[in-house]
């Protein structure tokens, strides 16, 4: 079962260590200076059992909730490298947000009855990460 949630934010691809041509070479315009901003849509996945009371695997309201708390109220209309607690020192790739996204979600969701299957962060429509844990 999946629930799609939407966020705006801002951030900066650089790694610190690397000179400005690396960085340039590495990460293109994602290296820019002043930031740039991406809309990116979340696709939370759980799987479990169907509960025969309910004919649900689980309440899409109640993950919707746990959602927004550990996620999109630290990052919507945020800078993911300078605003949000849980990617602090770390390179804001898609790679990495959506594996941080794993780890905000895993112990509320499991809490629930059910189990994060995956996590899909897509920040363009060109590009997305799926994680499993
Ligand atoms: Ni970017």
Same mark, same amino acid.
């Given at each position: 079962?999946?629930?799609?949630?939407?966020?705006?934010?801002?951030?900066?691809?650089?790694?610190?260590?690397?000179?400005?041509?690396?960085?340039?070479?590495?990460?293109?315009?994602?290296?820019?200076?002043?930031?740039?901003?991406? #809309?990116? +849509?979340?696709? $939370?996945?759980?799987?479990?059992?169907?509960?025969?009371? @309910?004919?649900?695997? *689980?309440?899409?309201?109640?993950?919707?909730?746990?959602?927004?708390?550990?996620?999109?109220?630290?990052?919507?209309?945020? #800078?993911? +490298?300078?605003? $949000?607690?849980?990617?602090?020192?770390?390179?804001?790739? @898609?790679?990495?947000? *959506?594996?941080?996204?794993?780890?905000?979600?895993?112990?509320?969701?499991?809490?629930?009855?059910?189990?994060?299957?995956?996590?899909?962060?897509?920040?363009?429509?060109?590009?997305?990460?799926?994680?499993?844990?």
């Amino acid at each position: 079962v999946t629930r799609k949630m939407h966020f705006n934010a801002a951030h900066r691809v650089y790694q610190p260590s690397w000179s400005e041509e690396q960085n340039q070479a590495c990460f293109g315009k994602c290296a820019n200076a002043n930031w740039h901003g991406h #809309n990116y +849509d979340l696709l $939370v996945t759980v799987k479990g059992e169907i509960n025969p009371e @309910t004919g649900f695997v *689980a309440n899409l309201s109640e993950i919707s909730d746990i959602i927004k708390r550990e996620i999109l109220d630290k990052v919507d209309h945020k #800078n993911l +490298d300078m605003d $949000v607690d849980f990617m602090t020192g770390k390179i804001s790739s @898609t790679e990495t947000l *959506a594996v941080e996204c794993w780890k905000q979600l895993e112990g509320p969701i499991n809490a629930l009855g059910c189990f994060l299957h995956s996590v899909k962060l897509q920040e363009t429509e060109k590009n997305f990460v799926e994680y499993f844990g």
